[in-house]
């Protein structure tokens, strides 16, 4: 079974990790004439794309397995890594498989990425989505469900496909159940942590956005059993939260590092791939329903305003909710929305007397001895503590 | 017959009198916050990219502009005492230096050297510029006061323009006119006042005439010599076009500085004597050491004649704003979605209006001036620039500092680069034959 | 007729007398140190020396360096950059493209046909493409500067260092040495990263062949070989290069004896 669940886990680990894009390769293979659409961070209504048959692929970072050569010459410094990985990525030729290429304003830096990617690859069809910054207005849902049409009728223009209800109706059950196979992943985490390491939790869910979701779906409803069986045994580590993880990734040996020395029983890595919190319903007007999930029944991030969810109150719950002991409060460099709610996260934190680590990270670091230190002795410092 | 250089700058009649107003109006709206501040009256917070103050103005609501008093601490040489305030806070060096000025001067009791820095009683922050949103936050944390995000959608890809017949154009329309009764609401139990729409028409009636004084300001550096430097001088008519947007103040300012402008104009006076290259700024500017990096282009005799910051921080003044009185509330959402907007958003791909400015204003070359504060000005220039370059035959020059924070100032570095700048565009001059 | 260049880096100050039929007659080189009027004055008297004439021959000196300004027998100042780029196309006819990594800054430059500045793109705000981070590798692994390039190209397989400071690197090597790397292989690693840094410089205007690589630098033969590589094509090098911005000068300081081109230049000094 354990030679099963390792399987699973290296497939996932070569989707979300290989720079060549193998499972989107296979795809492609097996759909001759099959469209591929890019999406930046956070989110994107995948749903949409996948109703015109459309395979929707998350464009991440990398860490150092994609050296930057081409991206420098064309963004200035002081930005973060995930925009220089993944525009080498474009520079290098390997997304010239992209039919279409779609970003939201997350920030002031990656709202360059549209322009520059507009500039050097002019048949891509590179769109932006304006995903709502008002959340909180009466106003919102209409007109995101305004956006969402938009962005479908260009996704039909594309694809040659009509998105009828039926098609859709379809992608958004398999996007929902995806989205409930990872919550419950996320529910093993946090009850029995010592059955599954977090560097293979990591790559189970990430996996989302680089293969087929049915494919996906398949991997998890394997996976999840066997874990649930697991005969590991609960250690005396650590339980704690990481909250940073919403768009540029740590690299996979911090997660590694993390693990020795702590359980992580909750987290926000790749936060956009489970950003609905529930079902969406499948009945009545569908893009509405997309819109009013996005708005009213979702999660939240430092780049996603909503005054109904003050940040640091969300980041409290979920530390409440998942039994972790302490927090690390991360932000990758150069990430000025990140950064700044550092400052009010620990602030909350300090105010609550929940121990927290504050650091930054950078998804191409190779050396990871300083935060392997910081970690261990922030651990230790608690430990003593609760002697 | 010889012509005859004219030897010494002829007496003009209205010379000073665009700065002497200009100094006098900005006394005043620093006497207007500490007044505001004294009798607790509130304050609205706002940003010189969507600021609404059609609509604060229309409620009499004291406008405060943090990025202006920011640029302000850096002019007087005072930012990096707010800035390292900020920073002992936990707030990091890597993030928008107006940002922790202002929270410096909130957590050292809010005296900035122009005078009291109320706090706000309101925020207006647009999404024009991600980092207005979190600033925002970082208020409604300290003070508890309302913070009204308008959101406006932009440009959606290159090229991009509203047909006014669209769905597209009609959704965008009606979400941010939602939004903007929203805001009318939330300034009617803020300031204590019932709307009234007679007075928003007022309002938008001046910004009408204000628009057309700024295109008329801007169009008079088509001149040779241009009149004005588009940075130095820019930048006053930038700040009082913001903060008296829509008030009879704010035309008459501008009525003043385009006579000043067409005096020059008419005696052949430019910005700098004996013009000898025109320059476009692409970028926002360093306030720290303001005059030292004009003088870096003005010893070669360089003028900025125009800049991308007088366009996108305008808000739609440069871009033919017109707004229809008898439909207010409508047309105020749309002007914003057509002029405002789009100034800001397309500099993404700016390229093109780079290119077009070029030649309309008989540009030599660019300075792509990137700050690290600023990530949304700066973050693609490399890229725009090597476009200008390579389609548009414009060279640039890139250079990099930031607005408020003299520790990114490196004038041995600046000055090497501006110089062989300026001496590859002279043997350009020299190869055309000019 | 005879004409002087003087390049007063932040490192080295290098001299060039040079003929009006551009030969060079004689060179001179010494450390820049606090003095830089003085580092100007040694470096133009050892060049001096080596030809058989005096100061007094010298109809015109150009200046050029971080320390131009200060070159107080100099007639006019010309930036480096400028100065590269006719030195470089003097070197080497066919060159385009320039690639100047210096102890403190890299310069990428285009070029035309006759040495005048295309475009331009130096190393921003920080360290970590020029040669101080080969500097930091010396003191880190206590290695003489000469030896990095032959160490590094014994590498079998070269770490991939992540850091975009100089700051950090020294530390960043050594994590990777406590990890049981190869010295040679952390060595190229340090190589690959400055070599990627420089050429991306290069590329934001575009490479165009020939490129050609000056600077101290260049005598590191592990990096002419990485850069080669990443420009795609050989790259041109000559023992001269460390004299290409003197030469550069002495090339303009000759454009005014001829034609007097300095007199309609806007800049005051």
Redesign the interface.
């Known amino acids: 079974m354990q030679t099963e669940l390792s399987q699973i886990v290296e497939e996932c680990r070569i989707a979300v990790e290989d720079p060549e894009y193998p499972a989107v390769q296979q795809w492609l293979e097996a759909n001759p004439g099959g469209k591929v659409l890019g999406h930046f961070q956070v989110y994107f209504p995948e749903e949409l794309a996948h109703a015109a048959g459309m395979l929707p692929l998350k464009m991440k970072g990398f860490d150092s397995s994609v050296q930057i050569r081409e991206a420098d010459?064309?963004?200035?410094?002081?930005?973060c890594s995930i925009?220089r990985t993944s525009l080498e990525q474009a520079l290098s030729g390997r997304l010239d498989f992209l039919s279409m290429y779609v970003t939201h304003?997350?920030?002031?830096?990656a709202?360059?990425l549209?322009?520059?990617w507009?500039?050097?690859f002019p048949d891509m069809n590179?769109?932006?989505?304006?995903l709502?910054?008002?959340a909180s207005?009466?106003?919102?849902a209409?007109?995101l469900a305004?956006?969402y049409?938009?962005i479908a009728g260009l996704i039909e223009e594309v694809t040659g496909s009509p998105i009828n209800d039926d098609s859709l109706r379809a992608s958004i059950e398999l996007f929902n159940e995806n989205r409930r196979l990872l919550r419950e992943l996320y529910q093993i985490r946090r009850e029995t942590p010592w059955q599954i390491g977090l560097a293979d939790a990591y790559l189970l869910m990430s996996a989302a956005g680089a293969m087929p979701r049915e494919r996906h779906n398949e991997l998890l409803e394997r996976a999840l059993p066997i874990i649930r069986a697991g005969d590991n045994h609960p250690q005396d580590k650590l339980r704690i939260v990481f909250e940073g993880g919403y768009c540029e990734q740590p690299p996979i040996e911090m997660l590694s590092v993390l693990q020795d020395v702590a359980y992580v029983v909750d987290d926000d890595f790749m936060i956009g791939l489970r950003w609905i919190l529930d079902d969406v319903p499948t009945s009545g007007d569908l893009i509405d329903n997309l819109a009013v999930s996005y708005l009213d029944h979702s999660s939240y991030s430092?780049?996603q305003?909503d005054?109904r969810k003050p940040k640091e109150d969300m980041l409290l719950k979920r530390i409440r909710e998942s039994g972790a002991e302490a927090a690390i409060v991360a932000?990758p460099?150069?990430c000025?929305?990140g950064?700044?709610?550092?400052?009010?996260y620990?602030?909350a934190l300090t105010a609550e007397d929940i121990p927290h680590l504050?650091i930054e990270f950078e998804e191409k670091t190779a050396n990871h001895e300083q935060a392997r230190m910081e970690v261990e002795t922030f651990a230790e410092s608690l430990l003593f503590e609760f002697v | 017959m010889e012509t005859q250089k004219v030897a010494i700058r002829p007496s003009l009649s209205r010379a000073g009198d665009t700065r002497t107003a200009s100094r006098s109006l900005m006394d005043n709206w620093w006497t207007e916050l500490g007044e505001a501040d004294a009798s607790d009256r509130p304050v609205a917070n706002t940003f010189v990219m969507g600021s609404l103050a059609e609509v604060l103005t229309t409620f009499d609501l004291t406008m405060s502009f943090p990025e202006i008093a920011a640029l302000q601490t850096a002019v007087k040489g005072k930012s990096m005492d707010y800035l390292l305030a900020a920073e002992d806070?936990?707030?990091?060096p890597?993030?928008?230096g107006y940002?922790k000025v202002d929270i410096g001067l909130h957590a050292t009791g809010r005296n900035h050297p122009l005078g009291k820095y109320p706090k706000p009683g309101m925020v207006v922050a647009s999404?024009m510029?991600?980092?207005y949103?979190?600033w925002s936050?970082?208020w409604?944390?300290q003070y508890g006061c309302p913070?009204f995000?308008?959101?406006l959608?932009?440009?959606?890809?290159?090229g991009f323009e509203y047909d006014a017949s669209s769905?597209?154009f009609r959704?965008?329309v009606?979400?941010v006119e939602?939004?903007i009764r929203?805001l009318i609401s939330l300034s009617e139990e803020v300031s204590g006042k019932k709307f009234d729409i007679d007075k928003l028409r007022e309002v938008l009636g001046n910004v009408n005439r204000m628009s057309e004084l700024y295109q008329s300001i801007l169009a008079m550096n088509k001149n040779k010599p241009a009149p004005f430097n588009a940075l130095t001088e820019g930048i006053n008519y930038m700040g009082i076009a913001n903060i008296l947007r829509g008030r009879p103040e704010g035309i008459q300012f501008m009525e003043t500085a385009l006579a000043e402008l067409e005096e020059r104009v008419a005696y052949g006076v430019g910005a700098v004597t004996?013009e000898?290259?025109r320059l476009l700024l692409v970028g926002t500017a360093c306030y720290t050491n303001f005059r030292d990096f004009v003088g870096m282009f003005e010893?070669?005799?360089?003028v900025f004649v125009a800049s991308e910051y007088m366009s996108f921080a305008g808000g739609g003044l440069d871009r033919g704003l017109h707004y229809d009185l008898d439909r207010p509330v409508e047309s105020l959402a749309e002007q914003i979605l057509i002029t405002a907007q789009p100034s800001m958003?397309g500099i993404?791909?700016?390229?093109e209006w780079q290119a077009a400015t070029a030649e309309e204003y008989q540009i030599d070359g660019i300075c792509y001036h990137?700050v690290?504060s600023?990530?949304?000005t700066?973050?693609?220039?490399?890229?725009?620039?090597?476009?200008l370059?390579?389609n548009a035959n414009v060279?640039?020059l890139?250079i990099?500092s930031d607005l408020v924070d003299s520790r990114?100032w490196s004038e041995?570095?600046m000055r090497?680069?501006i110089?062989?700048?300026?001496?590859?565009l002279?043997?350009?001059r020299?190869?055309a034959g000019v | 007729m005879l004409v002087g260049g003087v390049d007063v880096g932040s490192t080295q100050t290098k001299a060039v007398i040079m003929t009006g039929e551009h030969e060079i007659l004689g060179r001179g080189l010494c450390p820049t140190g606090a003095k830089l009027a003085e580092a100007g004055q040694t470096a133009f008297d050892l060049a001096m020396d080596e030809t058989d004439f005096t100061e007094s021959d010298v109809s015109f000196v150009v200046g050029t360096g971080?320390g131009r300004f200060n070159i107080n027998f100099g007639d006019a100042q010309?930036?480096?950059?400028?100065c590269h780029a006719r030195g470089a196309v003097h070197l080497f006819p066919n060159t385009r493209s320039v690639l100047d990594i210096g102890g403190q800054?890299t310069k990428a430059i285009k070029v035309?046909d006759d040495g005048?500045?295309?475009?331009?793109?130096?190393n921003?705000?920080c360290a970590a493409g020029t040669g101080r981070f080969l500097g930091a590798a010396s003191d880190a692994l206590e290695i003489p500067l000469g030896d990095l390039g032959p160490l590094a190209l014994t590498a079998k397989n070269p770490v991939k260092m992540t850091t975009t400071c100089t700051v950090f690197a020294e530390s960043e090597i050594l994590g990777w040495l406590a990890k049981g790397r190869r010295i040679e292989d952390v060595v190229m690693g340090v190589h690959n990263s400055i070599a990627s840094r420089s050429v991306a410089l290069l590329r934001?205007?575009?490479i165009e062949p020939e490129v050609t690589f000056t600077g101290g630098v260049t005598r590191n033969t592990a990096m002419v070989e990485l850069i080669s590589e990443l420009v795609g094509s050989q790259v041109n090098t000559n023992e001269e290069s460390h004299y290409c911005g003197a030469i550069g000068a002495s090339l303009y300081a000759l454009d005014q004896v001829l034609t007097g081109?300095f007199s309609e230049?806007?800049?005051?000094a």
């Not at chain 1, 590179?126 to 304006?130: E, F, M, R, S, T």
């Not at chain 2, 806070?89 to 990091?92: A, C, E, F, K, T």
């Not at chain 2, 700066?378 to 476009?387: H, K």
Request: charged share 25%; with cysteine.
């Open positions: 010459a064309h963004i200035a410094a002081f930005v925009l304003p997350i920030c002031d830096a709202r360059h549209n322009g520059v507009t500039r050097r590179c769109q932006i989505l304006y709502p910054q008002n207005s009466s106003h919102a209409p007109y305004a956006e049409r938009r430092p780049v305003h005054p932000a460099k150069m000025e929305p950064l700044e709610e550092q400052v009010a620990d602030d504050v | 806070l936990g707030y990091s890597d993030i928008c940002v999404n510029c991600n980092t949103i979190k936050e970082f409604e944390r913070v995000v308008l959101d959608p932009g440009w959606r890809g290159t769905d597209n959704d965008d009606r979400y939602g939004q929203d004996d000898r290259f010893r070669w005799k360089g958003s993404f791909y700016s390229h990137g690290k600023c990530r949304t700066a973050a693609g220039l490399p890229d725009a620039r090597e476009w370059l390579n060279p640039g890139f990099q990114l041995a570095q090497n680069r110089d062989a700048f300026f001496e590859s002279e043997s350009r020299i190869q | 971080y010309v930036t480096e950059i400028s800054d035309t005048q500045v295309v475009d331009f793109n130096m921003d705000k934001r205007a575009g081109a230049r806007g800049a005051t």
